[in-house]
């Protein structure tokens, strides 16, 4: 048995994210063994240019920053997600922000062996654009917090434990899954429990007593499988905390 990451995960790493996330491979080395065009774009550098070079050839102006994050990975074995980087990555001298995700790739007997890379490309924020930031009323900054959720590239929802059923989704619910909130409604309580593959219930049952019992700020991540409105299933990965308590604290 070899120690190395099988082909066939690492084709599958390939092909299935979105055209506009950037997506690398990187080895124990901070070489890069894979990135897609998407990536090849956000760094201003040709796929070709990337393959067996180290992160700090490439990209030296964000390397500071990606390096340390990295090395984590390696060292820990566990995955860091959601982390804003900005930076200048090529010559144009134009700052750019992303949100990137770093995954331990292992091999068969379980080495970490390589990190999976993925990033995606934030909007220019207002003061970017030398628009300052001070709100006149708070209808104003209540539009702009919402007008930043939705900019998100991820699913925002919130979820009452006690009537079990979904308060909020923004607008990447419909987009990535097929359904809007409305038809989510129409489903009643437990809709949740309707569109989760069979296999994963159980995990899921098992996740909502940890959340009953999560301390404030503290963050429970897990995995499981959602039916699509077209009826096939999509791996989701959700990182929940708790939003907001009832008068007896639960």
Excluded at 166 to 186: F, K
Excluded at 228 to 233: F, Y
Aim: charged share 25%; hydrophobic share 40%.
């Amino acid at each position: 048995m070899t120690d190395r990451y099988p082909r066939e995960r690492v084709e599958h790493l390939k092909y299935e994210r979105p055209q506009e996330d950037g997506f690398a491979m990187i080895d124990g080395e901070l070489r890069y063994v894979m990135v897609n065009e998407a990536m090849a774009a956000i760094a201003g550098v040709p796929v070709a240019e990337h393959l067996g070079r180290a992160v700090s050839d490439v990209v030296p102006t964000l390397a500071p920053t990606l390096e340390p994050l990295l090395r984590q990975v390696l060292a820990t074995g566990e995955a860091t997600i959601d982390i804003e980087v900005h930076g200048v990555p090529g010559v144009d001298g134009t700052t750019r922000r992303w949100l990137a995700s770093f995954s331990p790739m292992r091999s068969r007997i379980g080495h970490v062996v390589a990190i999976d890379m993925v990033v995606r490309v934030l909007p220019v924020l207002p003061q970017q654009r030398g628009v300052p930031l001070g709100f006149a009323t708070r209808q104003e900054r209540e539009g702009f917090a919402a007008r930043v959720v939705e900019a998100s590239p991820h699913l925002i929802y919130v979820y009452d434990l006690q009537t079990t059923r979904n308060r909020y989704a923004s607008e990447r619910l419909q987009q990535l899954y097929g359904y809007t909130q409305a038809e989510l409604d129409a489903m009643g309580p437990g809709f949740l429990f309707h569109l989760l593959h069979p296999d994963d219930v159980a995990e899921a049952l098992s996740n909502v007593e940890r959340l009953r019992a999560a301390a404030d700020g503290e963050v429970l991540a897990h995995e499981y499988r959602f039916r699509h409105k077209d009826g096939s299933w999509r791996w989701l990965c959700s990182y929940e905390l708790v939003f907001k308590r009832d008068s007896s604290g639960a």
